[in-house]
């Protein structure tokens, strides 16, 4: 049965190796299928190289007894090995045709290779990295299948990339680039910058195709294999290794048409089964030496919460306010901690901004603080029977403005409670101040300073001393104003978080609760609301007189029939 033969244009395959890639080595076959002279017209191989291939081996009945000794030809090439062919034979023989330090290197090697008795290939030789064909291949490369194809700008850029960094010296360790960013780009400066700078290799496996006794000629040279590498170790070899579905075949147009196969085979050295075994006792010995170093650079000393408490850390930071009446603003907070959280003896709660002078931007006037601050907490809950989801803890601020006569003035009070989830928050506040009747109290705000405050300034929201049922807050007038805007990095630590999803299924404590805060927090206000407003009915039941509650109770009765 005829082996089937596939096309030279056939997809390519991607490999990733580890080892280096000198060690790459491939072993190539060519032949001629057909003799030189015309297919008879009912031989003649149909261009998509379907069944009527396999009529041509009844061409090739002579047997390898009568075919020429150059008609067949066998060789295995190491990566960037250099086979020379006929053309290059006899160009750098002549000393005078060598211009370049590569090509006087070839020259001497030709010399050796004529003293030992010549070259031992005669149809297949390599074109490496440094040879001028690869500049010039990579150049004509196509990107689409269009026969009137014009190069863009960046695919003529591309075909240099490989080029320029390998020409490309190192910067010495005293010089300095003038300029790190670039602000404002130029068009001509994206384009000469817009390429991709992954250095590749290439190296090219060439077929001189041509009659025999007639060899070295330009245009009969064909490329039989293409191998890439770039420096992620990722190779490509176009056309793929033959392995098991058969031989290539390239078909020579012209009057003389001729059909050759060549094969292409992985020759590389396969590794020991002791040699892979020491390299991995390597690389283990490697990763636990960069483990060990890296647990150096933590420490042994890790600070570990105990168990059934929550570390939050929160390193903040406050951003800038806007929208406020007066300049020079700062920012006075303070961090208050509901039942069961703590804080270190260190740790201050508090923290004043200093004055920052406001820039219009748009259509208001802002300050931007950028002021840093760190708080630490604990949450430790005792009894873990309760049913009550844990309270946050709660940041206060005022915004305050100073003039040129030291006269400050009440611009805002707010709050934010917390981040119950850890990462990145920007939050931006609203914020009110309260206000007095009359034009008086605005005038002397105006002129003499001062203005109504809040003797306690957790009154913005309910205050943690109020024990009462109601807050009543009718008649206290307030007046909207800016909003000042917090950038906010929230950590936990927490031994909980080491458990399995199972077991703190199991446990149902308080610490696993607080994962799902955030999304409880809206259920616990709706069942908050519909606790007070149960309160409130069982509160005006109990005002009614118990006359008028029996009266009306009595008064509900079923309808009864006629």
Same mark, same amino acid.
């Given at each position: 049965?005829?082996?089937?033969?596939?096309?030279?244009?056939?997809?390519?395959?991607?490999?990733?190796?580890?080892?280096?890639?000198?060690?790459?080595?491939?072993?190539?076959?060519?032949?001629?299928?057909?003799?030189?002279?015309?297919?008879?017209?009912? !031989?003649?191989?149909?261009?998509?190289?379907?069944?009527?291939?396999?009529?041509?081996?009844?061409?090739? &009945?002579?047997?390898? !007894?009568?075919?020429?000794?150059?008609?067949?030809?066998?060789?295995?090439?190491?990566?960037?090995?250099?086979?020379?062919?006929?053309?290059?034979?006899?160009?750098?023989?002549?000393?005078?045709?060598?211009?370049?330090? +590569?090509?006087?290197?070839?020259?001497?090697?030709?010399?050796?290779?004529?003293?030992?008795?010549?070259?031992?290939?005669?149809?297949?030789?390599?074109?490496?990295?440094?040879?001028?064909?690869?500049?010039?291949?990579?150049?004509?490369?196509?990107?689409?299948?269009?026969?009137?194809?014009?190069?863009?700008?960046?695919?003529?850029?591309?075909?240099?990339?490989?080029?320029?960094?390998?020409?490309?010296?190192?910067?010495?360790?005293?010089?300095?680039?003038?300029?790190?960013?670039?602000?404002?780009?130029?068009?001509?400066?994206?384009?000469?910058?817009? /390429? $991709?700078?992954?250095?590749?290799?290439? #190296?090219?496996?060439?077929?001189?195709?041509?009659?025999?006794?007639?060899?070295?000629?330009?245009?009969?040279?064909?490329?039989?294999?293409? $191998?890439?590498?770039?420096?992620?170790?990722?190779?490509? /070899?176009?056309?793929?290794?033959?392995?098991?579905?058969?031989?290539?075949?390239?078909?020579?147009?012209?009057?003389?048409?001729?059909?050759?196969?060549?094969?292409?085979?992985?020759?590389?050295?396969?590794?020991?089964?002791?040699?892979?075994?020491?390299?991995?006792?390597?690389?283990?010995?490697?990763?636990?030496?960069?483990?060990?170093?890296?647990?150096?650079?933590?420490?042994?000393?890790?600070?570990?919460?105990?168990?059934?408490?929550?570390?939050?850390?929160?390193?903040?930071?406050?951003?800038? !306010?806007?929208?406020?009446?007066?300049?020079?603003?700062?920012?006075?907070?303070?961090?208050?901690?509901?039942?069961?959280?703590?804080?270190?003896?260190?740790?201050?709660?508090?923290?004043?901004?200093?004055?920052? &002078?406001?820039?219009?931007?748009?259509?208001?006037? /802002?300050?931007?603080?950028?002021?840093?601050?760190?708080?630490? #907490?604990?949450?430790?809950?005792?009894?873990?029977?309760?049913?009550?989801?844990?309270?946050?803890?709660?940041?206060?601020?005022?915004?305050?403005?100073?003039?040129?006569?030291?006269?400050?003035?009440?611009?805002?009070?707010?709050?934010?409670?917390?981040?119950?989830?850890?990462?990145?928050?920007?939050?931006?506040?609203?914020?009110?101040?309260?206000?007095?009747?009359?034009?008086?109290?605005?005038?002397?705000?105006?002129?003499?300073?001062?203005?109504?405050?809040?003797?306690?300034?957790?009154?913005?929201?309910?205050?943690?001393?109020?024990?009462?049922?109601?807050?009543?807050?009718?008649?206290?007038?307030?007046?909207?104003?800016?909003?000042?805007?917090?950038? +906010?990095?929230?950590?936990?630590?927490?031994?909980?978080?080491?458990?399995?999803? !199972? +077991?703190?299924?199991? #446990?149902?404590?308080?610490?696993?609760?607080?994962?799902?805060?955030?999304?409880?927090?809206?259920?616990?206000?709706?069942?908050?609301?519909?606790?007070? &407003?149960?309160?409130?009915?069982?509160?005006?039941?109990?005002?009614?007189?118990?006359?008028?509650?029996?009266?009306?109770?009595?008064?509900?009765?079923?309808?009864?029939?006629?």
């Amino acid at each position: 049965m005829a082996e089937p033969l596939w096309s030279a244009e056939a997809g390519g395959g991607l490999y990733r190796s580890r080892d280096p890639v000198r060690n790459l080595r491939l072993r190539v076959a060519i032949q001629r299928v057909t003799t030189a002279g015309p297919f008879p017209p009912q !031989a003649a191989p149909s261009p998509s190289g379907g069944p009527e291939l396999l009529e041509l081996r009844a061409r090739t &009945a002579h047997g390898a !007894a009568g075919r020429p000794p150059a008609e067949e030809e066998r060789a295995e090439v190491g990566w960037q090995q250099k086979l020379f062919s006929q053309f290059e034979v006899d160009l750098y023989q002549n000393e005078s045709a060598c211009q370049t330090p +590569l090509d006087r290197q070839y020259h001497e090697e030709i010399l050796r290779l004529e003293k030992a008795g010549g070259r031992k290939n005669h149809r297949i030789f390599t074109y490496t990295d440094h040879d001028r064909f690869t500049n010039l291949e990579e150049r004509c490369q196509k990107v689409t299948d269009s026969d009137c194809e014009m190069p863009s700008y960046l695919a003529e850029r591309m075909a240099n990339v490989r080029r320029r960094r390998q020409d490309r010296k190192p910067l010495e360790t005293s010089s300095l680039k003038s300029k790190i960013i670039t602000w404002e780009p130029s068009e001509e400066f994206i384009k000469n910058n817009h /390429v $991709i700078n992954t250095p590749v290799q290439t #190296m090219y496996i060439m077929g001189d195709l041509g009659p025999y006794g007639k060899l070295g000629q330009r245009e009969y040279e064909h490329v039989l294999c293409t $191998i890439k590498v770039d420096g992620n170790g990722v190779i490509t /070899v176009k056309p793929d290794f033959t392995g098991t579905r058969g031989a290539y075949w390239i078909e020579l147009g012209g009057q003389k048409r001729e059909l050759w196969k060549y094969t292409i085979e992985n020759a590389s050295v396969q590794v020991q089964q002791e040699e892979e075994e020491r390299e991995q006792r390597v690389f283990r010995d490697l990763y636990s030496r960069h483990r060990e170093y890296l647990s150096s650079l933590v420490g042994s000393e890790f600070e570990m919460t105990l168990p059934g408490t929550l570390r939050l850390f929160v390193n903040g930071e406050v951003v800038s !306010a806007q929208g406020y009446e007066y300049d020079n603003l700062y920012v006075h907070f303070f961090l208050e901690l509901p039942k069961y959280w703590s804080s270190p003896a260190f740790q201050q709660l508090s923290g004043v901004t200093q004055t920052c &002078a406001t820039k219009t931007v748009g259509w208001d006037n /802002v300050a931007y603080f950028c002021y840093p601050f760190t708080l630490e #907490m604990f949450f430790t809950q005792e009894d873990e029977s309760e049913d009550c989801l844990p309270q946050w803890p709660i940041l206060y601020f005022e915004v305050l403005s100073l003039d040129f006569w030291q006269r400050y003035r009440v611009e805002g009070y707010g709050s934010l409670v917390l981040p119950a989830s850890p990462g990145l928050h920007m939050l931006t506040i609203p914020t009110w101040r309260p206000v007095e009747l009359g034009t008086v109290a605005e005038m002397r705000r105006f002129f003499i300073g001062g203005s109504p405050e809040l003797e306690d300034m957790t009154y913005a929201r309910i205050p943690t001393t109020f024990k009462g049922k109601h807050l009543s807050r009718f008649g206290f007038r307030t007046e909207t104003t800016g909003n000042v805007t917090f950038r +906010l990095y929230c950590l936990q630590q927490s031994k909980a978080f080491l458990e399995t999803s !199972a +077991l703190r299924h199991h #446990m149902q404590s308080v610490l696993d609760r607080l994962g799902g805060f955030s999304q409880q927090s809206s259920v616990y206000n709706v069942l908050e609301a519909f606790q007070r &407003a149960r309160r409130r009915m069982q509160e005006a039941r109990e005002s009614l007189p118990q006359d008028l509650i029996s009266t009306s109770a009595s008064s509900v009765q079923q309808p009864q029939e006629p």
